[in-house]
C-alpha cells in the first residue's frame, strides 16, 4: 500500500511539472533558443515557401520576412551570424533570422575602438590630420545612424551614406581612404566620393575637368563596337532559386550616362547604353561608352565613367578568361588583375557593378559577360 501512494504522487508531481511547462512553453523556449546555438539553413534567394522564417533560417530581406520577434541580420560573406553555428563557413551573401537579444553575444561584431587621441591640440579629439575615425556600428547598423557620416560603417550601398559620400567595399585589412584606423573585418564605409588614392585625400580636392566632346584617337576594333553588354547565363544556372534567365545588361541610372556615373544592371532592353571595345595594345582595351568621350575607370572597386585616357592604367582592361570576340569573356582591370568585373552575387535590378576577387564571382556564376 505504501509503495502505490508514492507511485500516486509522482505520477501526480510529474503531470503538474508537464502542465507548468505546458503553460510556461513560450519563456522556456525563448530561454533556451538564447541558449542553444543552432545551425544555419539556407533555403534559397527568395524562399516565399518558408516566411516568416525561424531563427538561423535565410535568406531573408527584412525583419518583416521572420517570425514573431524574430529580426534579419543583415551579413556579409563569412561573417558570424549572432546566435548561430556556421556563419565563418557560410561564403554566401545569406541572411539569416535571429533573435535581436543575441546581438550583444560575444560573438557579434561590435563597434570598432576609436584610437586613443594624442594629447596635442586643437586637433579634433581622436583624428589625425583631421581624418575621423573610423567606426563601426555592426553589420546591420541602428536606423537611427542612417545616413551613416563619413568613416562610419557598415553600409551596404551608397544610399546607407550621407550627401556627398559613397560606400567604400572593401576586403579584410583593406585600408580606408580618407579615415584613421585599421580594421581587420569586411567592413564597409561610407567615403568622400572622390579620394584620390588610397592615402588620405587632400582637404580640397581639384573639380573634376567636364568630359570632352571629341572621341579620342583609338578606334574601336572591328566587330566590337556599338554593343550592350550583358551578364553571360547558361543552362544550369540557378539565378535567385529560377531555373531561366532574367537578361541583365550594364546601365547608368535613369537611362543616361554621364562624366562621373557609376555602372548598374538592369534588366535588357532596346534602351541600355551600348559600348565600343577600343584596343590600347596587343593585351589591353579601354572600354568606351558608344558615341562618347567617356571610358570605364577603376576607383578601387567601384567603376566609374571618367575621360578617355590610354595612358592611364585603371582605364585598362583585359580578357581573365574567354574572348571579347567570343561567346563570353571575363574582365579584369590591369591595376588589379585578381579581380572581375560582376556584381557580387545573383542579380538582382538596379544592383552596382563592381570588382570582386574573380573566385569569388565565379562561386556565384556572375564573372562572365557577353557582347548583345
Known amino acids: 500500500m505504501h509503495l502505490l501512494s508514492v507511485l500516486v504522487f509522482a505520477i501526480g508531481t510529474l503531470s503538474t511539472t508537464q502542465a507548468g511547462l505546458r503553460g510556461t512553453s513560450p519563456s522556456v523556449e525563448m530561454d533556451d533558443q538564447k541558449i542553444r546555438r543552432l545551425d544555419l539553413q539556407s533555403f534559397g534567394g527568395n524562399p516565399t515557401n518558408r516566411y516568416p522564417l525561424n531563427r538561423c533560417e535565410g535568406d531573408c530581406d527584412n525583419d518583416g520576412q521572420c517570425k514573431n520577434n524574430l529580426i534579419c541580420f543583415q551579413r556579409k560573406e563569412y561573417e558570424l551570424v549572432p546566435g548561430c553555428s556556421g556563419g565563418m563557413q557560410d561564403g554566401s551573401r545569406t541572411d539569416y533570422c535571429i533573435n535581436p537579444d543575441d546581438l550583444n553575444s560575444p560573438d557579434t561584431p561590435q563597434p570598432m575602438p576609436s584610437p586613443t587621441p594624442q594629447p596635442v591640440a586643437p586637433a579634433p579629439t581622436g583624428n589625425s590630420g583631421g581624418r575621423p575615425d573610423l567606426q563601426s556600428f555592426g553589420a546591420s547598423p541602428p536606423g537611427n545612424r542612417f545616413p551613416l557620416g563619413e568613416c562610419e560603417g557598415d553600409c551596404d550601398s551608397d544610399s546607407d551614406c550621407a550627401s556627398g559620400l559613397k560606400c567604400f567595399m572593401r576586403d579584410n585589412f583593406d585600408p580606408v581612404p580618407g579615415c584613421n584606423g585599421f580594421d581587420a573585418s569586411r567592413t564597409d564605409y561610407c567615403v568622400k566620393r572622390n579620394p584620390s588614392s588610397p592615402t588620405p585625400p ?34 544550369g544556372y540557378f539565378w535567385q532559386e529560377e531555373t531561366f534567365e532574367r537578361e541583365w545588361c550594364m546601365q547608368c541610372r535613369n537611362n543616361g550616362c554621364n562624366y562621373g556615373n557609376k555602372i548598374y544592371i538592369t534588366a535588357c532592353s532596346g534602351n541600355n547604353q551600348r ?98
Open 202 to 235: 587632400s582637404p580640397t580636392p581639384p573639380s573634376p575637368t567636364p568630359p570632352s566632346p571629341t572621341p579620342p584617337s583609338p578606334t574601336p576594333a572591328a566587330g566590337l563596337s556599338d554593343f550592350r553588354l550583358k551578364l553571360y547565363w547558361e543552362f
Open 275 to 372: 559600348f565600343d571595345f577600343v584596343p590600347v595594345d596587343n593585351t589591353y582595351i579601354l572600354i568606351q561608352l558608344h558615341g562618347t568621350n567617356l571610358c570605364f575607370e577603376r576607383d578601387f572597386k567601384d567603376i566609374f565613367l571618367f575621360n578617355c585616357d590610354a595612358s592611364n592604367d585603371r582605364q585598362l582592361w583585359f580578357e581573365k578568361a574567354g574572348s571579347f570576340s567570343g561567346s563570353r569573356f571575363e574582365i579584369s582591370p590591369k591595376t588589379l588583375s585578381n579581380h572581375c568585373i560582376t556584381q557580387r552575387h545573383h542579380p538582382k535590378e538596379d544592383e552596382e557593378v563592381e570588382l570582386e576577387p574573380c573566385s569569388q564571382a565565379r562561386d556565384g556564376e556572375t564573372s562572365y559577360w557577353n557582347r548583345y
